[in-house]
């Protein structure tokens, strides 16, 4: 079973950066696909960024494209999501999540771990 802890969330102001940090308690996850999703009150999960196992290959959602970067530190077991000037409209809890596929994927359905989640809230 592989558990997946995300940190790093808070209150923050327009136009400011967080790092959310997502640990694994398995080696193994160096070798899965890694995302993050939201969701906001009353609204679905969205996706929001995913990495390949090899850290090569992100993908993002057009909504935070240029702002935030995903990485992972494979010696660490940890995939991060920086996130840089930071939208009211960003407010939601932050989900990571690790698929067995390699790739990188905006699919939920494709994903069979996922973490508790960690609040994000920005202030206008």
């Known amino acids: 079973q592989v558990q997946l802890v995300e940190s790093g969330g808070g209150l923050v102001q327009t136009g400011g950066s967080l790092r959310l940090s997502c640990a694994a308690s398995?080696?193994?996850?160096?070798?899965?696909?890694v995302g993050w999703f939201r969701q906001a009150p009353g609204k679905e999960r969205d996706f929001v960024a995913a990495?390949?196992?090899?850290?090569?290959?992100?993908y993002y959602a057009d909504s935070v494209k240029g702002r935030f970067t995903i990485s992972r530190d494979n010696a660490k077991n940890t995939v991060y999501l920086q996130m840089n000037s930071l939208k009211p409209e960003d407010t939601a809890v932050y989900y990571c999540a690790a698929t067995r596929r390699r790739g990188a994927t905006s699919r939920v359905d494709e994903y069979g771990y996922w973490g508790q989640g960690t609040q994000v809230t920005v202030s206008s």
């Open positions: 398995r080696r193994t996850v160096s070798s899965y696909g």
């Open positions: 990495i390949d196992w090899t850290g090569g290959l992100t």
